[in-house]
């Protein structure tokens, strides 16, 4: 197992903050404890996790706490009633339970008094109860927007990932000559890999040009065989102005060869279109699949 690539994948990340399903949390306790690196990684952010939350946490006031307490012990009591706020107190005394009476009869006007006790009570509950709400919902806001960044860093590995491959791949497959061989490690000739135009998919082919002979070379890796009537052509655009470079050969054998096109003095733009068959003057009906800017 790489162990370096697994803990720069995001999955601890996640797993502190609680986004993995059982089974992979599951796992990742499982590597932890496997690998001691593994291990003091989630426990540091775990603490970075703490840190943050004590950072801005949100404690209620003190005295709601202490105040709350004070009446719920004093609610039968004349001093109970000295700590209600005055809206809340009634004139008449709190009854005295006999004491050798183990079921004390509630007078209306007793039972009056501590039905509002309890709406202050209650109050008092519902205030502390929205502090915590607002509390929990900051960091929900925050644990989604870690989630959608989230997202978009394994969206972005997995790009990376996917052009390493391809490049792997072009290196595998790339069918040299002794010829060929020169022109990709000659220093003159700048190579390119194309941008994908709309859909059309990234490094489709990579294209070279020779400062000093002005030559054009393009390798194919992944354009698709044209339909019956059309070709791909290469077109040079140099100071607005669009140039052919010649049409490319597109079959299962020529893909990893370099092909060889026709000169250009000081292309800017290298575009590779689909044209109707047999057109070579300006493209009119020209779909445009890749697209390369050199700076020589």
Known sequence: ???????????????????????EVAEVEAIALQYPEV???????????EEFVKCYAVTPPPEIKARLMLII??????????????????????????????????TPTA??????????????????????????????????????????????QKQITDDKELESNQTASLQESEEDKKLIKDPNVIWVKASGYNTHPDGAVTIGWNTVSHEVYLINWRLPIPPEGKQYHLRTITGGKPADAGILT???ASNGKI???????????????LEPTGSTGAPGQAEIYQVAELNP
Do not use: C
Request: cysteine-free.
């Open 111 to 156: 039972a009056k008094k501590k039905e509002r006790r309890w709406k202050f009570i209650a109050a008092a509950a519902i205030i502390v109860f929205a502090i915590s709400v607002g509390v929990n919902f900051f960091f929900a806001t925050d644990t989604n927007d870690y989630k959608a960044r989230y997202e978009k860093l394994i969206a972005a």
């Open 250 to 252: 597109i079959t299962p």
């Open 39 to 49: 291990k003091e990684i989630v426990e540091d952010l775990q603490f970075q996790k």
């Open 259 to 273: 092909q060889h096109l026709k000169p250009s003095t000081a292309p800017q733009t290298l575009v590779v279109t």
């Open 1 to 23: 197992m790489d162990i370096n690539h697994y803990i720069s994948s995001g999955v601890l990340e996640s797993y502190v903050y609680g986004l993995l399903p059982e089974d």
């Open 73 to 106: 012990r004093n609610e039968s009591t004349p001093e109970g009633e000295l700590i209600l706020p005055q809206e809340l107190r009634l004139n008449n005394p709190v009854p005295q339970s006999p004491a050798s009476t183990p079921v004390v009869k509630m």
